[in-house]
């Protein structure tokens, strides 16, 4: 081994990496993952294809496994955010046994696990939910009423006490007399609804109608006195109005006896099973449906058409999702049944870490995650029921929250968490690739070939207020119904109509800065600053007459009473406030990355979530100040490049990302394709079909997703399903001519058509043959883009998360597509081939594979390599990521702008990052790699910050390039990038300080 001043250098980095240590329980502090893997868990990829896989993770690096939800989801679930019991892990999934398999093989592998838990909603309206279930037949009067967050005293006084669902697919009338909803008798003794595939209790108490129908029609009085008597004994069960936890106890002891003695009748006598069957018979097949309307009418809930009962609903949704239920997590009973099984596996040592799915919906995100922790704690014998942490405990488990933070605000501070999963520092990243000097003249191209002149700003500002009016619109109705209360409840304040009151609240959502505020008790100066700012921009946009009102809902929604308002209006104004934040976090998410997104295609690589199309790029100095801030406040938050909630993977963006760099050639293909494809092109009432937005987004997405290489015509047709499913889901998200609630059908035939033609066949097809030959000089410009990307996510400040498949070049475009099957044979022999290349005892054979692989880098081996090296390396210096300082490098020369510097550094360690890009700009064609002289010239790197005041040793050093593998004696001053970049335009070296001094 070489010596040299100050430390060694290893030869080479080990082809395995350390095991993570897997305690045999729960550690006293946060185990730090190294790096996670994330896998989406569903029927098709069970637990044990999950667990077959582990040896594989284990070799390529990672020290954690990150699943998506593994309790019980609603059947069928593709994704498990539709938890249906969190007490069980999901049957579909393989059961509990097969978790404890899957955990089991894991530890034995020094692999540890990360799971992803969803605390603000739940699956229901189906009977797959036995909370839920219990709510529809007990109503108020259940033990888990309180458990969701429904308003039992809405604006419409006949639902009062009542559950609004929109199932039906026609008006309640309509299916009522179409005979679709019919009673059934099912074993165990219960009465239910059904339609189609939904089923709905029938509450005990109102089971005298049927059990009355089935004396009239019994055969002899025995069988007809015993039927009374059950009728009886249902009237006599307590109302739902008798609300408290007895009552709650009382009505459900009286329910289960109400079955257990008709299930004991039908079994005494045989009889009252024909009587019963066609009691219900007649009553389903009664023409005038008054006597199943009145049973209907005395449930616990009411149906209604999903199309026009937006309005009625009166329980919060995760979204507009109506399947998807809101929980009251603040409420501690509710918090505990839903995460036993959660903190006891994080408990028991079996779970590293939580990662908390959608905080943003919670009333109060930091008790919860103070609640969180204590919760973990007590159950490891740290903390005593009722025992608060002290402020500066330490966190005693890793937890992340999915939370998407404006680029002018902050993950709150009193969070106790690690950070976030990474989104911002996914969109941060893609900037770098995004060449800022051209924004102004891709916004031309856009305008010039859409026809669209419409600002983002104004963008996000129509979609979010449609889907407050709209979507959401049950959810401003509660809004305004508790705002008017509080309004009336003033003489001041009394005047403001009920319209007036929602309009003002709507706008000033769609003008909120943010996702929320985080009003608990009362308004942090943050808090003030957003509202203050949504506000005056509503108060500009709106054309409300009465501009005041603006004045009364500022301080509710700071959870202040207004002047003048009574001593008890103090809990009312928080309420409000609190529900409103609820509210202006879906508005965001839907009206901004499920509408605005598909809207505005300037350059789509950047309408991701966590992004902000309007922000053309970053620069380098910006990047290294969101670096080095990082290092120092959240050194252990998430860094993600492409996630299951992504619009397309960080491949297809940094393909699409080239475009920035070629406006020019940018408008002239769209010239050129759309002329090529006016054949395709229809003429409807509404405008031509595509519209020329869709059609931007669709060359886009070719130019960012087609395959490159041999493509057969088996190939290509699979390829253009995925893209028709695409194209007909952003069409639908746009909103602009179709969409989910009123599907076009006329546009989304022409639109697939149009697709269609394109990618018809592969000769002859003059538009595919010259989008094919575009997409080819993307993609190997989009490889550079991945390979920087890669070097850059694994050596900065945070914990990399690998999102399944994407260690090499994937092509995935949102959901579903990128939970599409993914070919670990083939990514496992690929590391086997890298493995064995490493092994190779001569250096100028291994430099020569590497050399091959950086010249084809569109394969996604060099990818491959650039990750499975430097996990190797967190792995050999695990202190350098988990507590190294981040250190800005200047960079010089003419091509110093196509450069990104930096340094790691502890007092052990020192790793030094170069990685170039915007390679499109700096090399015009792709003849020719990104490496030496020619291409580098005179730039360089000045070494000088790093080294400055580093006490492992003086003079030049010995570093191992871990992308390369070889070494190099590094000078405490500049880096010639010529001599840095000679295999790939990469380059990381590693000083390892700990090892003896020559």
């Known amino acids: 081994m070489v010596r040299a001043r100050g430390g060694q250098a290893r030869a080479r980095l080990s082809a395995t990496v350390a095991c993570h240590r897997i305690p045999e329980r729960a550690s006293m502090t946060a185990i730090i993952p190294r790096a996670t893997y994330r896998l989406q868990l569903h029927e098709e990829f069970d637990l044990a294809a999950a667990q077959a896989i582990l040896p594989y993770l284990r070799d390529l690096g990672v020290s954690h496994v990150y699943c998506s939800p593994i309790t019980r989801a609603r059947p069928g679930s593709r994704h498990g955010y539709d938890v249906a019991d969190p007490r069980e892990v999901n049957p579909e999934l393989g059961g509990r046994e097969a978790f404890d398999r899957f955990a089991q093989a894991a530890r034995a592998l020094g692999l540890g696990l990360l799971l992803d838990i969803v605390p603000n909603h739940m699956g229901v309206i189906g009977a797959d939910n036995p909370w839920w279930f219990d709510v529809l037949e007990h109503g108020q009067a259940s033990a888990y009423a309180g458990f969701f967050d429904i308003d039992w005293t809405p604006f419409d006084a006949d639902l009062a006490g009542k559950l609004f669902l929109p199932v039906l697919g026609e008006p309640y009338g309509e299916v009522l007399e179409q005979g679709q909803l019919q009673v059934h008798w099912e074993d165990g003794g219960r009465l239910v609804l059904r339609y189609f595939d939904h089923r709905f209790p029938l509450d005990g108490a109102t089971w005298g109608v049927v059990l009355r129908l089935a004396a009239d029609q019994a055969e002899d009085a025995d069988t007809a006195e015993g039927l009374t008597r059950l009728a009886g004994q249902a009237d006599a069960m307590p109302a739902r109005a008798d609300l408290g936890p007895a009552r709650a106890r009382e009505r459900a002891q009286a329910a289960e006896r109400l079955r257990q003695s008709f299930s004991e009748q039908v079994a005494a006598r045989k009889a009252t099973a024909g009587a019963v069957q066609r009691a219900i018979e007649q009553l389903n097949a009664d023409t005038d449906r008054d006597t199943l309307h009145r049973l209907l009418e005395a449930q616990a809930y009411r149906l209604g058409f999903w199309r026009v009962a937006a309005d009625e609903i009166n329980y919060r949704r995760f979204f507009d999702i109506n399947e998807l239920a809101a929980l009251r997590i603040e409420d501690e009973q509710v918090f505990e049944a839903t995460h036993a099984l959660a903190l006891e596996l994080t408990a028991s040592g079996v779970v590293d870490g939580l990662r908390i799915d959608h905080p943003d919906g919670l009333r109060d995100p930091a008790q919860y995650f103070a609640r969180l922790q204590d919760g973990h704690a007590r159950r490891v014998g740290q903390r005593r029921p009722g025992e608060a942490a002290a402020h500066d405990d330490a966190l005693p488990l890793y937890v992340v929250a999915e939370k998407i933070t404006a680029a002018h605000a902050d993950q709150p501070d009193d969070w106790r968490l690690h950070g976030t999963t990474g989104y911002r520092f996914g969109a941060l990243l893609n900037g770098l690739f995004v060449d800022r000097t051209q924004a102004e003249r891709m916004e031309r191209v856009w305008r010039g070939f859409s026809g669209v002149t419409e600002a983002f700003d104004d963008t996000v500002y129509a979609a979010k207020r449609a889907v407050a009016m709209g979507a959401l619109g049950s959810e401003l109705t509660v809004l305004t119904t508790r705002l008017k209360r509080i309004a009336s409840a003033n003489r001041r304040t009394r005047d403001f109509g009920y319209n007036t009151l929602r309009d003002a609240i709507a706008e000033t959502a769609a003008c909120m800065p943010v996702y929320r505020t985080y009003v608990v008790d009362r308004a942090s100066d943050e808090d003030r600053r957003f509202v203050d700012w949504a506000i005056a921009q509503a108060r500009q946009r709106t054309a409300i007459a009465d501009t005041s009102v603006f004045d009364f809902l500022r301080t509710n929604l700071l959870g202040e009473p207004a002047p003048g308002s009574a001593p008890d209006a103090a809990l009312p104004v928080l309420r409000f406030a609190w529900r409103f934040q609820q509210f202006c976090a879906p508005v965001s998410a839907k009206g901004v990355e499920d509408c605005s997104f598909y809207r505005y295609l300037r350059l789509v690589s950047l309408n991701e979530v966590g992004g902000d199309p309007a922000t053309f790029g970053v620069t380098v100095a910006g990047f290294h100040g969101a670096s080095a801030d990082r290092a120092a406040r959240w050194p252990h938050t998430m860094l993600a490049t492409s996630t299951h909630d992504n619009k397309r993977s960080e491949d297809v963006r940094n393909r699409i990302d080239v475009l920035s760099e070629l406006p020019a050639l940018w408008r002239l293909g769209l010239k050129r394709w759309h002329q090529l494809t006016r054949s395709l092109q229809r003429e409807l ?85 010259d989008l094919r030959a575009r997409a080819a000089e993307m993609a190997w410009f989009g490889a550079l883009n991945s390979l920087a990307m890669t070097v850059i996510k694994y050596t900065s400040p945070g914990v990399p998360d690998m999102y399944q498949g994407n260690e090499v070049i994937d092509l995935s475009l949102v959901d579903p597509d990128n939970r599409r099957p993914v070919d670990y044979g083939a990514r496992a022999r690929l590391l086997a081939e890298h493995q064995a290349l490493l092994a190779q005892p001569v250096e100028h054979d291994r430099l020569a594979g590497m050399a091959r692989m950086a010249a084809d880098p569109v394969d996604g081996r060099l990818k491959l390599w650039a990750t499975w090296r430097l996990l190797a390396l967190r792995s050999e210096d695990p202190a350098l990521f988990d507590d190294g300082s981040y250190i800005p490098l200047k960079t010089t020369g003419r091509a110093r702008d196509h450069l990104v510097a930096y340094a790691r550094r502890t007092r052990t360690g020192l790793l030094i990052v170069v990685v170039g890009r915007l390679f499109a700009r700096l090399l015009k064609q792709t003849d020719r790699p990104p490496v030496g002289e020619a291409c580098w010239g005179d730039a360089s790197v000045d070494l000088t910050a790093a080294f400055k005041g580093w006490e492992a040793g003086g003079g030049d050093m010995l570093a191992l390039d871990v992308l390369s593998q070889s070494q190099r004696r590094l000078a405490r001053g500049p880096l010639r990038v010529a001599d840095a970049f000679q295999i790939m335009p990469a380059a990381a070296f590693w000083i390892d300080g700990r090892l003896p001094a020559s």
């Open 685 to 769: 009432p509404e405008g031509p079909a595509p519209s020329r937005a869709d059609e931007s987004l669709l060359y886009q997405t070719l130019l960012g997703s087609l395959p490159t290489g041999e493509l057969d015509e088996d190939q290509l047709a699979e390829y253009r399903e995925r893209i028709v499913q695409y194209m007909t889901k952003a069409a639908r998200e746009s909103k602009s001519r179709t969409s989910w609630t009123r599907p076009d059908a006329a546009y989304e035939e022409a639109l697939t058509g149009f697709v269609q033609g394109v990618l018809g066949r592969l000769s002859p097809n003059p538009v595919l043959a």
